[in-house]
């Protein structure tokens, strides 16, 4: 059980999959405009590599090494395939702004590196956590980014007004995108020089 | 050497396909009026029209001509001082994409009556096709406004080197596989109404591909399939490549509309990368704060690179 928590905490910030991996970082800039958006597109991205992850764990024994990387895309397809098909029936306006990501989630390399890391080897139960954890770290990557540019962009968060000075138009352009995300690694590089006092090699961007 | 004609090659490859694009033209039909702006109409007749005719919007029906039963209001006409060329203005924007036909009711020429005029209007196919390639290459950049491919973008504009080849073989990549995922999806997919299955038929081809491209790369030029290593595989892992057919199916595009945003993409996503790379091998150079090495400089300055894409957003030729 320890594990397993440990394993949570894992994805959610130390191998944060956006500020720490770099990996997936097209929809951590892209749909990230508003909250509600990067919100969206977590859960989903949650429900792909959750259910991708258990999936691999479940048949590993049954896929041939050489022909694993396609056999994982089929997987993640048809995973996103059910996604795509459920979002538009809860909520069809949000999804209208994220559906083209929604589909892309096939390609992210944040799921396809877990499975080929992580579910690929170990069994049912951890592999769960893992999932979980790194589509938590996900979701929390894009709640921030999203929260960080609405409230700067338009002055508002969930769409709910706090500043009403004239809002700073340039976080919601897609240049701001890169840079508040820019700045966000930033700042977790520095928490962690804070911390053990040597600063860490940023991730490979894949 | 070879690396030389290698891409020399691949460059022959794109401008040929240009030039054959461009050369697609549309035959036009007898009586034909253009599209002015993209609320405005002009249309020609071969006889000098009478003005007071002319100047009334009532006497012009215009409609699309896929539904004759919408006619589109029309706002004003004018006349030219030659009296044969009419500017029809419209008060909402017209769609380009698709053909218009303007009928001119009672035409009055010299006091003789003329009977009843049809035109159509539509955009050329050779201009529908350079329209989709800038908007693909410079308005909607896939990397700096769509943000598509950042992974690989960030991974390979290190050098300038490796920028070059990945964004040449990227764009093959790209046109093959936007080749055959508009066939399979038109000649498959629809014809047994799956089309629910694109994402993984899509996905599947554009491996194919990718695994193509390694062998042939392995084979013709190892020292850039070296140079490229692994991120040659991770095309798959590309967002851009597997957005691309989605586009082209979203928007209903035919082959050589598809062939052209593929197009687009490809070149679009090779001058990011060039562009990027140019940046970093000088950013190398300078002295950057210790906690902003490395990536989240390279996203500070992809974000000033974005907002000079913003200029581009006011581009239009036609």
């Known amino acids: 059980m320890n594990r397993n928590i440990q394993l949570l905490w894992n994805g959610l910030i130390p191998e944060n999959p956006i500020f720490r991996l770099a990996l997936s970082m097209c929809p951590a800039v892209a749909v990230t405009t508003s909250v509600e958006n990067g919100l969206m597109l977590g859960l989903a991205v949650i429900f792909v590599q959750v259910f991708s992850s258990c999936t691999v764990a479940i048949f590993r024994s049954y896929i041939h090494p050489r022909i694993r990387i396609p056999a994982y895309v089929i997987?993640?397809?048809?995973?996103?395939?059910?996604?795509?098909?459920?979002?538009?029936?809860?909520?069809?306006?949000?999804?209208?702004?994220?559906?083209?990501?929604?589909?892309?989630?096939?390609?992210?390399?944040?799921?396809?590196?877990?499975?080929?890391?992580?579910?690929?080897?170990?069994?049912?139960?951890?592999?769960?956590?893992?999932?979980?954890?790194?589509?938590?770290?996900?979701?929390?990557?894009?709640?921030?980014?999203?929260?960080?540019?609405?409230?700067?962009?338009?002055?508002?968060?969930?769409?709910?007004?706090?500043?009403?000075?004239?809002?700073?138009?340039?976080?919601?352009?897609?240049?701001?995108?890169?840079?508040?995300?820019?700045?966000?690694?930033?700042?977790?590089?520095?928490?962690?020089?804070?911390?053990?006092?040597?600063?860490?090699?940023?991730?490979?961007?894949? | 050497m070879k690396k030389i004609r290698l891409s020399r090659a691949f460059l022959a490859l794109g401008v040929a396909l240009l030039v054959t694009l461009s050369c697609v033209s549309y035959s036009e039909a007898s009586?034909?009026?253009?599209?002015?702006?993209?609320?405005?109409?002009?249309?020609?007749?071969?006889?000098?029209?009478?003005?007071?005719?002319?100047?009334?919007?009532?006497?012009?029906?215009?409609?699309?001509?896929?539904?004759?039963?919408?006619?589109?209001?029309?706002?004003?006409?004018t006349l030219d001082a030659r009296r044969t060329t009419v500017d029809l203005k419209f008060q909402d924007p017209l769609n380009l994409s698709s053909?218009?036909?303007?009928?001119?009711?009672?035409?009055?020429?010299?006091?003789?009556?003329?009977?009843?005029?049809?035109?159509?209007?539509?955009?050329?196919?050779?201009?529908?096709?350079?329209?989709?390639?800038?908007?693909?290459?410079?308005?909607?950049?896939?990397?700096?406004?769509?943000?598509?491919?950042?992974?690989?973008?960030?991974?390979?504009?290190?050098?300038?080197?490796?920028?070059?080849?990945?964004?040449?073989?990227?764009?093959?990549?790209?046109?093959?596989?936007?080749?055959?995922?508009?066939?399979?999806y038109t000649y498959v997919l629809l014809a047994l109404q799956l089309q629910f299955l694109k994402i993984i038929v899509f996905i599947g081809t554009v491996a194919i591909f990718v695994q193509a491209m390694d062998?042939?790369?392995?084979?013709?030029?190892?020292?850039?399939?070296?140079?490229?290593?692994?991120?040659?595989?991770?095309?798959?892992?590309n967002c851009i490549i597997l957005a691309v057919p989605l586009i082209n199916v979203d928007s209903g595009y035919g082959l050589f509309e598809s062939i052209t945003e593929g197009l687009g993409a490809g070149v679009g996503f090779a001058i990011a990368l060039f562009l990027m790379s140019c940046?970093?091998?000088?950013?190398?150079?300078?002295?950057?704060?210790?906690?902003?090495?490395?990536?989240?400089?390279a996203f500070v300055v992809a974000g000033l690179f974005a907002l000079a894409f913003l200029g581009f957003s006011g581009l239009s030729i036609f």
């Open chain 1, 75 to 206: 997987v993640i397809a048809l995973w996103v395939t059910v996604i795509d098909m459920i979002l538009p029936v809860i909520s069809p306006d949000v999804y209208k702004k994220v559906e083209l990501f929604v589909k892309l989630i096939v390609v992210f390399a944040i799921i396809i590196s877990r499975l080929e890391l992580f579910a690929s080897r170990e069994p049912l139960v951890p592999s769960f956590f893992d999932g979980l954890g790194m589509g938590l770290g996900f979701l929390f990557g894009l709640v921030v980014t999203g929260a960080i540019r609405e409230f700067f962009g338009t002055g508002r968060i969930f769409g709910f007004e706090i500043l009403d000075s004239g809002p700073l138009l340039i976080m919601i352009l897609p240049a701001g995108g890169f840079f508040v995300i820019g700045f966000i690694m930033a700042a977790f590089n520095w928490i962690e020089y804070k911390i053990t006092g040597k600063i860490p090699t940023s991730g490979g961007a894949h």
């Open chain 2, 215 to 237: 062998t042939i790369l392995r084979k013709v030029n190892p020292y850039l399939f070296k140079k490229l290593g692994v991120y040659l595989v991770l095309i798959v892992t």
């Open chain 2, 31 to 77: 009586s034909s009026g253009s599209f002015k702006k993209d609320t405005e109409i002009t249309i020609s007749f071969s006889a000098p029209v009478d003005d007071s005719w002319a100047k009334n919007p009532s006497n012009y029906n215009v409609f699309q001509k896929t539904d004759p039963d919408i006619k589109v209001p029309v706002e004003s006409a």
């Open chain 2, 99 to 184: 053909e218009y036909t303007v009928e001119a009711k009672d035409v009055l020429s010299d006091g003789k009556l003329l009977g009843k005029l049809e035109f159509s209007v539509k955009k050329s196919q050779a201009q529908i096709l350079l329209t989709i390639l800038l908007g693909a290459m410079l308005i909607n950049n896939f990397v700096f406004t769509k943000y598509l491919g950042l992974c690989i973008f960030f991974g390979v504009s290190q050098k300038k080197e490796t920028s070059i080849g990945m964004g040449i073989t990227f764009t093959v990549v790209m046109v093959l596989s936007a080749i055959f995922c508009w066939a399979l």
């Open chain 2, 279 to 297: 940046v970093r091998e000088k950013l190398e150079l300078c002295r950057v704060p210790a906690v902003f090495k490395g990536l989240p400089i």
